[in-house]
């Protein structure tokens, strides 16, 4: 059962035949099916399992190879979205770490396939299909009894939200964020149905937002910005309250997790910086997700202290390994560093060091590849470190996934 010793944040680095694919259907100005992508996909993916299964690793992904950017289709097939594709700057919070890097000279912002509820957000099941077509292309690439192993990487239902000013995340068919987010909950607990009806059993939300709020930059940006309403950890309360109802409605042998990304742009750029101790008790202890998976690969996601606060029903996977620098890691090194997480946690719960290991797993910190291209790892260099996560994996837990 997930989470497992070994693993890794969803995608994975696109193979240049897709890449080439893709650019080639855009130049052409042809469809997906007139250029043969979803075959090209399906090849893909079947691809990239191998080479997991074949790493050793069980929470297998799609490596994402169905997505242009991390967060995928999914928002644009609720009903009630309208999508951006130029703004003003005067709809976006400019001190969002993600967003600065959008503004353009002329005060534009490219969003990058940002959406706003430009009505009633509604699940439909007839256009809610890329999540679900995704997780059956990794279905057809796995014998079935490894099926509930799968993992599928899922955007925070806070993701638009955080990067619009205040009321500007959608229009006035919404009075206040109150009522936004009811209907964002239930669009994403009609769309988890759906997947677990398919089969899903281990789901990853992707959430930078919530590593914003451990940025000094993001948390005085929010201060000194007079249209907002509240604190910025009312804000974060809000948010914890969106992620618990968007999972309430999910059965129990459901894995949960959230993953905490500074960003992880094209060139292997970060957006934030900042240690996880001014959200770490209330994050750990309020949000109701099983695992956390966290950014540890340098000084700015700070120490291992917050842990202490990692309740003993929920498990912590350490991103010890950069997916930013080619350089291998130290293997004794990151070992270290791994006891040394091990003894905060200990410390917080009352367990032994041992005791506390059985709550830990080791990753990179965050995707190979985010967006579709652009990233300074070979696909060898991938493949080093995802081998080196399970060499270790197996060292600290011998003979277990």
Not at 106 to 119: E, H, L, T, W
Not at 277 to 288: P, S, W
Request: with cysteine; charged share 25%.
């Amino acid at each position: 059962m997930p989470p497992f010793r070994a693993e890794h944040m969803g995608s994975l680095l696109r193979p240049q035949w897709l890449i080439d694919a893709r650019e080639a259907m855009d130049a052409r100005g042809i469809s997906a099916e007139e250029a043969g992508l979803p075959q090209i996909e399906e090849e893909a993916v079947r691809d990239v399992v191998k080479l997991q299964r074949d790493l050793g690793f069980h929470a297998v992904t799609s490596g994402e190879f169905t997505r242009v950017r991390f967060w995928g289709l999914m928002w644009e097939e609720f009903d009630g979205t309208t999508k951006l594709s130029e703004a003003s700057a005067n709809l976006f919070r400019l001190y969002h770490p993600d967003v600065v890097s959008l503004i353009e000279p002329n005060r534009k912002v490219m969003p990058g396939d940002s959406v706003i509820a430009g009505g009633k957000l509604k699940h439909n099941p007839e256009r809610s299909q890329s999540n679900l077509r995704e997780l059956k292309l990794v279905q057809q690439a796995l014998p079935k009894s490894e099926w509930p192993n799968i993992k599928l990487t899922v955007i925070t239902p806070a993701w638009f939200h955080m990067r619009y000013k205040q009321g500007k995340a959608y229009t006035d068919v919404y009075a206040n964020d109150t009522e936004y987010f009811t209907d964002v909950a239930k669009v994403y607990q009609a769309e988890l149905d759906q997947l677990y009806k398919a089969g899903l059993r281990n789901i990853q939300f992707d959430d930078p937002g919530l590593a914003y709020f451990c940025s000094t930059k993001f948390r005085d940006g929010w201060a000194a910005d007079p249209d907002n309403i509240g604190t910025v950890d009312d804000l974060l309360d809000a948010y914890i309250n969106l992620y618990n109802n968007c999972i309430s409605k999910l059965p129990a042998d459901c894995h949960t997790g959230v993953h905490l990304c500074r960003g992880n742009f094209i060139g292997g750029r970060h957006f934030a910086e900042g240690g996880y101790d001014i959200i770490a008790e209330k994050l750990f202890t309020k949000l109701n997700v099983n695992t956390f998976y966290l950014e540890y690969d340098t000084e700015r996601a700070g120490g291992f202290e917050p842990l202490r606060y990692l309740p003993k029903d929920k498990h912590v996977v350490i991103g010890a390994i950069s997916t930013k620098l080619r350089e291998l890691e130290d293997k004794e090194e990151v070992k270290r560093r791994i006891y040394q997480a091990a003894d905060y946690i200990a410390q917080g719960s009352g367990q032994t060091r041992e005791e506390a290991l059985q709550r830990i797993s080791i990753s990179p910190q965050c995707g190979f590849s985010t967006h579709i291209s652009g990233y300074p790892l070979t696909e060898e260099d991938q493949r080093k470190k995802l081998a080196l996560v399970r060499q270790i994996a197996d060292e600290i837990w011998p003979g277990q996934p």
